[in-house]
Structure formats: C-alpha cells, structure tokens
C-alpha cells in the first residue's frame, strides 16, 4: 500500500497566507465572514513524496491507501441546516464553553469513585454538575447489584440530563488484604495493642480486634518479627506469634483500619515480593467483575497490580473475543515494583494508565512516588496513552470541607505535569464532602492551567516518533504541526474529525493552548475521549467530505450558541489526512 502526501495547490489561494509570526495576531486576520480559500482534494492521491510542493498551502492530504473520497450527499447540508439535535456534547461543557469562552474550558479531567456516600441519583447528578468525566467502581467493595444500580444512574443521569459521563470498573486484583470489618466503617488500632490477623472466615460477630484476611497461604507465608503494613503504613504491626491460622501482632503505629485495606509485609526492611509474584494478576473473581463490566458496557476497565504486558494482551483478547464492538478501554494501574521494572511494555499494550500511588506508596519507599508519578506521566504523554494521577490527592478533605495547602501544591503539580486526569478516591466515595472535593479539583486545575498558558510556560517536551507505520507517521506530524500552528496563530479551537479517536489522542499528547473539539460518530467514543487532556468530544455523524462536515459542524455548533462568527478554527481530520485553517463564516 503507497502512502503520499500531497500539498494541494489552492488556485485562490492568498500569497500572503504563511505570514511572518509576528502579523498571525488575530487583528491582522481577514474579516470574520472571510474564509481563508480552503482545498478539497476530491480523488484519490498518488503523488509520491517527491512531489512535494514545498510552497505554502492551507490543505495537507495524503490519501493514506484509503482510495477515494466520497462527496457529501446535498442531504448532508439539509441536515446540517435544519437539525441542531444532531450533534451531542456533555451539558456541563457546553454551559462552560458558552459561560467562558472556548479558551477558559478545563483541560484536566476529572476521575470521582463513587460509594456510599456518592451512589445516589441526586449525589451522581452533583458530581457530574461539578465536572465529574468519569466514575470509577471500584470492585474490591460492594455487590455487583450495588454495582450494577450505580452504572444504571449514570446512564440515565446520561440519557435524561446530556451528561457524557464514562464508566470506569477497576478491578479487585489478587493481592492480599483485609476483609470488610464485619459491616463497621473503620476500626482503629492504638499503639502498642494486641490485634489477631486471621484466615478464618467469622460469619456473623468478628472477635474484638480480630480482622480477617483474604490470602490462605498468610499464616504460613509470614514470620515472627516481620512488619505488617495496613495500606502502605496507615497503621502498622509488628508479627509477634503464629497459632495456626492465627496470626498475633502487635500495634507500633496506631490508625485507622478501613475495610478491605491492603496488606504488605517487610521483612529487614524489605517487602516481601515472593508469594505475590505467584498470585495471578487477574483472579478468578476479577474475572467474573470483567464479564460483569463486559455485560454492563462500562467504558474503562482499570487492571490492579499489572506486572507485565502480557496479563493487558490477555485481556484486551478476551474483550474482544466478547465484547460487541470490543470499545471497552484497558487501563494499566502503575502500583507494584513489577510494573514500573516493565513500564513501556505495559503502558505501550494498554489504552492509559493509572498512577495508583496508593499501593505504589506501599511497595516503594514514599520518597520515591512523585519522581515515580512523573516518570509515569511522562511515559504516558510520549507512547499516546492518557493517564490518571489517583490516590490521596485532597485526603484530609474525607473528613474537613477545605484541602490542606500541601494537598493543594500535590494537585497543582499533576496539573502543572499535565496529567490527563485527576482521580478522588476515599474523598469522593466515603468522604463527607464529595462535591467540595471535586470543586477543588476543578478550581485548582482551571488556575494552573491559566497561569501556565498566560506566562507561556511550554515545556519543551520533546516528542518522540512513534508511527509505527508510514499512515501513522503522517497522523503524527500533522497533528504536531496543527498544534503548534494553534499555539503560534492563537486559534479558538482546534476540530478533529476522527473516527477511531486516533487522531483526537495525538492532538491531545501536544498540549496545545486552544480546546480541541473531537468530532466521533460513536456515543461509546466519544465517552472514552472523556479522559483526555483538553478534549471536548461530541458525537456528530460525518461523512468523508470535510467541507460538507466544516459546513455542517459550523451550522450546528452556531445554532447552539457554542461558536460564533470570526473564530478561528484549524480543523484536522482522519478521513483525509489534513490540515485546515478558517474562520467560522
Ligand atoms: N463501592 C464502595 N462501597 C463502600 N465503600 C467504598 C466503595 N468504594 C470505595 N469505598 C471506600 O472508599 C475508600 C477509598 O476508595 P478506593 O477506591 O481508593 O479504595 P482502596 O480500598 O483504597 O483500594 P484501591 O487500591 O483499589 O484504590 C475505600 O477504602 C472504601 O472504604
Ligand atoms: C487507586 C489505587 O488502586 C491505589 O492508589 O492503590
Ligand atoms: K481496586
Ligand atoms: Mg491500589
């Protein structure tokens, strides 16, 4: 299959059209009503690179070996005129777009987990006001029915009120850690306390500091002197004596114990890897979650202590062998020493990854977490996959209604390394103050990232070359170039038409100024584009014919009030591989 690409020669086109960049300001720009003279290439392109035409033109095509271009049908227009309905954007975006103005709309997404005190119809409707783009379910808590209620809410919350929250099932993974406290919210272990962990199952009354752990092997695995960490050293106990199934330790750090909190032991000072390195990543309950999760059609499934790429493959197989239009995402927690040793693998097999510094905190020294978060953000921005900075972001605010300034400064830094998203765990699930929580969120990343555009505060992040074919390459460079053109023309707006959101993620990994308006055909994409940095996804039917799509997408979004004349717009499309700068007519 040749691949070309071709610089279409405009016969109208202006001979001033690559200004020096000091006269791109938007004074300098033609009229509002004048459109810059775009090129439509309507058959398809065999030119090979040598044919470049090295001079100046608004139009980037190559036909990618996809053959021709359809020509939109009149119907497109009459559609396009007549039928506002058409196109569907999130309700809370679109108030933000009209409210603020394309620039000012939050490019940071937004992860709540939803629980006891967040599951109701009307506390999922705050959250999804207060910008929540996707809710998380964690499947270590709650029944299936439980569940199942919660995904059946948002779905309506998303039919009956235009929101376009996504579902995120993140799965319970087969590490070791305590049972559910007997249906208590918490106990707490005071220091120097004699608490007894055990394997045996109390139906009904647990024994008075007595807490059931889930791994049978626990008793036989663990050594007299070992430390136990609860939750990655919430609370802390020291083994002091094995009787049976029994296990005797005593409190050195009091706290709080949480249902179902994760277990790690050290041993000299180290954590003791072995038995978890046999436990298969995905267990057989987590399997049964996935087809759950397959049979509800949630959007993300998020995979606990993945270790290797192969347990992501695995799974992305069996989705597909399953799942309809197998549009389920895989996300790749990052929470084990195993899985920052096979970082690029992992991320490079799996759809985005989490940074769940929760666990990680647990298994690596916690000095090493943030230079691990960054490291993982990095990673994620360079291999095209959106990640999720998660875990005790505003703590403290599970109990108080405002953060700490340290919570703050830990928020403003995952915005500052432009994370796609930001996730609430305990604040937003059990916490007393879910929407305050989330408020913060919303405020400090709207700030951070004005503070960063208005001082031009670019990083020069270099992007590596990942194309791994010669189509992808062209992908690549056209959306590095429209990015970069967005920044120094100082568009409104950057328009994607993509169908497989391809295109939409590698506009997203340049962190442009200007909003990027993902145009999919899919309901079930445009929910998973959710998660990315600084797209606003809208589900719009298109056809291969992008003047008839500018002229539909234009109509539409100015029937709604969300564009107006004058704005200036680069659009880039899958469909043809090209590049267009306007304005709104
Ligand atoms: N569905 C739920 N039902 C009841 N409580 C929940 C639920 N989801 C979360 N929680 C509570 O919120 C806390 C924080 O949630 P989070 O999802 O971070 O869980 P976690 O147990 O810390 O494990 P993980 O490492 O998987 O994140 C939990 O410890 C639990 O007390
Ligand atoms: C989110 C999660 O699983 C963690 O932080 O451990
Ligand atoms: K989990
Ligand atoms: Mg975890």
């Not at 775009?38 to 030119?47: D, K, N």
């Not at 230079?371 to 953000?377: D, F, G, L, N, R």
Request: glycine share 6%.
């Amino acid at each position: 299959m040749s691949q070309s690409i071709h610089f279409s020669i405009s016969s109208s086109r202006s001979p001033n059209l690559i200004l020096p960049k000091h006269s791109y300001a938007k004074s300098t720009l033609p009229p509002s009503n004048c459109r810059f003279p775009v090129t439509f290439v309507r058959r398809p392109i065999t030119a090979s690179s040598s044919d470049l035409d090295s001079s100046p033109s608004q139009v980037l095509v190559s036909n990618n070996g996809k053959g021709g271009v359809s020509v939109a049908t009149s119907s497109d227009y009459l559609t396009a005129a007549t039928d506002s309905s058409s196109i569907e954007v999130d309700a809370v975006t679109e108030a933000e777009l009209k409210e603020n103005g394309f620039r000012s709309t939050r490019r940071t997404k937004l992860v709540c987990t939803i629980g006891p005190n967040s599951c109701g119809f009307e506390q999922l409707e705050a959250l999804a006001v207060g910008g929540m783009n996707v809710a998380r379910l964690n499947m270590c808590h709650g029944t299936r029915e439980w569940h199942r209620s919660v995904i059946q809410s948002v779905r309506r919350l998303n039919e009956e009120k235009g929101f376009a929250v996504a579902i995120m099932m993140d799965t319970e993974g087969s590490e070791i850690h305590m049972g559910d406290l007997g249906g208590s919210q918490s106990a707490k272990a005071e220091d120097g306390e004699i608490w007894t962990f055990s394997v045996r199952a109390f139906d009904s009354s647990r024994p008075e500091r007595t807490i059931n752990v889930n791994y049978e092997g626990f008793a036989e695995d663990v050594q007299v002197e070992d430390e136990l960490l609860v939750d990655g050293g919430m609370v802390r106990f020291e083994v002091i004596e094995k009787i049976g199934p029994d296990v005797k330790c005593r409190c050195t750090d009091p706290g709080l114990l949480l249902p179902r909190a994760n277990l790690t032991f050290w041993r000299g000072g180290s954590l003791v890897r072995e038995r978890n390195a046999m436990l298969p990543t995905i267990s057989s309950k987590d399997w049964l979650d996935i087809d759950f999760g397959i049979a509800e059609g949630v959007d993300f499934i998020a995979i606990s202590f993945v270790k290797s790429a192969e347990v992501i493959n695995h799974l992305k197989s069996y989705i597909a062998a399953r799942s309809r239009d197998s549009d389920i995402a895989v996300i790749a927690k990052i929470e084990s020493i195993d899985s920052l040793k096979n970082l690029e693998e992992i991320i490079l097999a799996s759809d985005g990854a989490m940074v769940a510094r929760g666990d990680l905190g647990a298994q690596i020294p916690l000095e090493q977490v943030p230079s691990a978060q960054q490291k993982i953000v990095q990673t994620c921005r360079q291999l095209n996959k959106p990640v999720i900075v998660a875990s005790q972001l505003l703590e403290s605010m599970i109990e108080y209604p405002t953060p700490t300034r340290a919570e703050v400064a830990d928020v403003s830094e995952a915005v500052r390394q432009r994370s796609d998203a930001l996730m609430l765990s305990g604040e937003s699930a059990m916490g007393q103050f879910p929407d305050k929580a989330l408020a913060v969120l919303r405020s400090v990343s709207l700030r951070i990232e004005r503070w960063w555009r208005e001082e031009k505060r670019h990083e020069a992040m270099e992007l590596q070359d990942m194309g791994s074919s010669f189509s992808d390459s062209i992908s690549e460079e056209i959306c590095n170039s429209a990015a970069k053109m967005a920044n120094n023309l100082e568009v409104d707006a950057l328009f994607v038409y993509t169908k497989t959101g391809h295109m939409a993620s590698l506009l997203s990994r340049c962190r442009p100024d200007c909003p990027i308006f993902a145009f999919t055909a899919t309901t079930s994409l445009r929910r998973r584009l959710n998660l990315q940095w600084g797209l606003i996804p809208f589900r719009l039917s298109f056809t291969d014919d992008m003047e008839s799509n500018l002229n539909k997408t234009f109509a539409l979004l100015k029937a709604r009030g969300m564009i107006k004349s004058g704005d200036l717009v680069i659009a880039v499309s899958d469909i043809l591989q090209s590049i267009q700068v306007m304005n709104v007519p």
